[in-house]
């Protein structure tokens, strides 16, 4: 027993070593996994923009800034396919931005979209993707208020790229943090995880699976205020959606930023038999798969079923579930207890099991 706990403090201690170093990018050029959401991308942030860019409203990395009462997001969308079952590119940007501004506590508002298309891409196409963000912009009751669109020489892009940035204002006291959370809250979940990878996945035609599985793309605004008017200020620590990377990946920032261990029970977390089965087929771990249409929060432990309620009287978090809680140690680590009974650590990914995803 002895060996054990002196083997397992040596891992802790090079896992800390390692997350001190300066993040710095060795490879030479891009590849898939600087776009996946973990390991890679985070060093690509921190050892290429945030090196440049540095500021106080940069550093903490947060969905977005909050400046003067007002939360501001951006952000671009290169999904393939474009079109898939349950949304498409155009959906799928709408929503993401106004969950970035969600997530900030802000009620969105204001949205500019940036086109990027390639010669060749069809008119027809254009005109459903744009009757679809404008279908869910008034869903989320936002408007689109300004824009920009650029055409390259075919072969030059992938038929549509969307950029889009978000402005939200901040009607309440309470700010949001990973850094916020602190030992004995509670981690939620606000539904099912994984539908959002696992269907692009699927719709790409390249595997020869079957499953009854359509994107969970979706505006988490009134969710969101649901559960912060429901708790007092304060008691909501932090709001994340679990897009790039998965919960898993949404877990390691909290766990990293606040300095605290976060334990969650596998047998607990929502998946749904489709996902889970595909998953186990593909070889990927539910967790580190993407979702459009759902969100972690971090409570305190005293608002935790006052949280469940609120967010179970809206459609999108009738799911929701306590799925495990905030430790002090080890500090910065995320823990799984398994299944089986064991307890093993859940990193950030290295590569890129499901590139393209939104």
Known sequence: MTGDTGLEEQVLE?????????ARVREEYITLAHGAGGKATHTLIEGVFLEAFR??????????????????TTDSFVVTPLFFPGGDIGDLAVNGTVNDLAMCGARPRYLSAGFILEEGFPIA?????????????????????????KVVERGKADGCYVVTAGVGTLDRP???????????????????IGEH?????????????????????APLNELTARLLDACDDGEVRCLRDATRGGVATVLNEI??????AIVVNEDIIPVRPDVRGACELLGIDPLYVACEGRMVAIVSQASAETALTALHSHPLGHEAAVVGRVNDDPPGLVLLKTAFGGT?????LVGDPLP???
Do not use: W, Y
């Open 197 to 217: 990878g696992i269907t692009i996945m699927l719709a790409r035609g390249e595997l020869d699976i079957q499953a009854d599985l359509t994107s969970d793309t």
């Open 55 to 72: 500021n106080p409203l940069l550093e903490p990395l947060e969905d977005g800034a909050v400046i003067d009462e007002m939360a501001f």
């Open 125 to 149: 196409h254009l005109r459903r993707i744009a009757a679809s963000m404008a279908t869910a912009a008034q869903a989320a009751g936002v408007q689109i208020v300004t824009g920009d669109t």
């Open 255 to 260: 766990a990293e930023a606040s300095k605290a």
């Open 174 to 192: 309470t700010r949001l943090s990973a850094a916020a959370a602190r030992p004995g809250d509670a981690v939620i979940v606000s539904g099912p």
């Open 14 to 22: 090079r896992i800390e070593r390692a997350r001190r170093r300066k």
């Open 356 to 358: 393209r995803i939104c």
């Open 344 to 348: 093993r650590i859940v990193d950030l």
